[in-house]
């Protein structure tokens, strides 16, 4: 693979002792680096950790502060939002898996410290959708698609039902009936998912995934996303999960056992192979030997190489390299080519396209004004 050299915010997520000796000028841009990759509250959460907050200079110091501050308020938000949910579908005796951040912060694992997140994603059964989603309207969420090709785009082909946001809170929750879409090239079973749960402390009909397929999930979800801004913090929570619980009794047995079941081996083998060699990820040699079977082509391997190896940098200006711009767009289409056949797809990037046209005409300010 081609060698780029590693972002500032890389190094010192992975090295934070190498904080000691930057100039102010290497603070600034670190800090910048790390607000565009959403990255912010990680780095401020891991120089605590490393006791090394103490050596940071005053100018940084305070976005770092702003930063824990954040994640303090967030944490108190999260819960306090999860204890509405479980309330609301209590009310119906409906259970839901809490997925990513929410849950990294509910479970205390390190993938959520500092971790820093706009929304709640919860997966339910398909057959509690319609359950899930009413009961949910009852206690003040409602749809924050009024579309009707919108209504159609979620509820016919998506994995999910439209976004949907609190009529007084304004805080929006993601309902999933499975994590890959109805018309998906890859299949995954979402049915096999509710296998691996775990009690979450405090709420009595919500769950998390194990810690296996805590990385199944983030796996997949990384590798059929279009939109790689927040691709870098992604791989960073999958590394940390790794880190944490890739010491566990049978979590790699486990892990590629749920992902050979469920039929996201190729989404797991994308993820531990980039987590390995962009972040040096701890993955056994033997688990890697055995997901490389789920390896795509050596050409379609190359593609994928030079695509993710420019993704997974903060998206900010001193971190583009040669081909960046055009890689994150073929990302882009192939997640939609993951996501819907070609008769699908065609009319709806073409009519995505229409709108974005159109939406740009209107910003256009009419010069004779």
């Not at 670190?30 to 780095?43: E, Y």
């Not at 994590?179 to 979450?200: G, H, N, Q």
């Not at 079941?261 to 531990?272: C, D, M, V």
Request: with cysteine; aromatic share 8%.
């Amino acid at each position: 693979m081609t060698d780029f050299y590693p972002p500032l915010l890389v190094s010192v997520l992975l090295s934070p002792a190498g904080v000691r000796t930057l100039s102010e000028r290497q603070w600034d841009l670190l800090i910048r680096q790390a607000r565009r990759a959403n990255l912010l509250g990680t780095l401020a959460a891991r120089l605590v950790r490393e006791d090394l907050f103490e050596a940071v200079p005053l100018e940084p110091k305070r976005h770092l502060e702003s930063a824990l501050l954040m994640v303090s308020r967030q944490g108190s938000a999260v819960r306090w939002e999860l204890a509405c949910i479980s309330r609301a579908l209590a009310s119906e005796k409906l259970s839901a898996v809490v997925l990513k951040g929410a849950a990294y912060v509910v479970s205390g694992v390190q993938a959520g410290h500092g971790r820093i997140f706009s929304d709640v994603d919860i997966l339910v059964r398909k057959a509690d959708i319609v359950s899930t989603e009413s009961a949910l309207m009852i206690h003040g969420w409602q749809s924050a698609k009024s579309d009707p090709y919108d209504q159609k785009y979620y509820r016919q082909w998506m994995h999910e039902i439209p976004p949907m946001a609190h009529v007084t809170r304004g805080t929006t929750i993601d309902v999933h009936h499975s994590i890959v879409p109805e018309t998906a090239r890859i299949k995954v079973d979402s049915v096999r998912l509710f296998d691996y749960l775990r009690p979450l402390a405090d709420f009595n009909n919500l769950f998390a995934f194990s810690p296996a397929l805590m990385v199944l999930h983030s796996a997949t979800h990384l590798f059929q996303e279009g939109e790689l801004d927040n691709g870098l913090r992604d791989l960073f929570d999958i590394d940390a999960l790794i880190r944490e619980f890739g010491v566990m009794p049978d979590f790699w047995t486990e892990l590629l056992d749920s992902g050979q079941e469920t039929g996201a081996s190729r989404f797991l083998y994308y993820a531990l192979r980039y987590a390995r060699s962009e972040l040096g990820s701890p993955v056994p040699e033997s688990a890697l030997q055995r997901i490389e079977k789920y390896s795509p082509s050596p050409i379609a391997l190359a593609v994928m190489d030079a695509c993710y190896r420019r993704a997974f940098r903060p998206n900010h200006e001193t971190c583009v390299v040669p081909g960046s711009g055009i890689m994150r767009r073929f990302i882009y289409l192939r997640s939609h080519w993951l996501r819907m056949p070609m008769g699908m797809l065609i009319p709806h990037l073409l009519r995505k396209a229409i709108i974005g046209f159109r939406s740009a005409e209107k910003k256009i300010p009419d010069a004779n004004v």
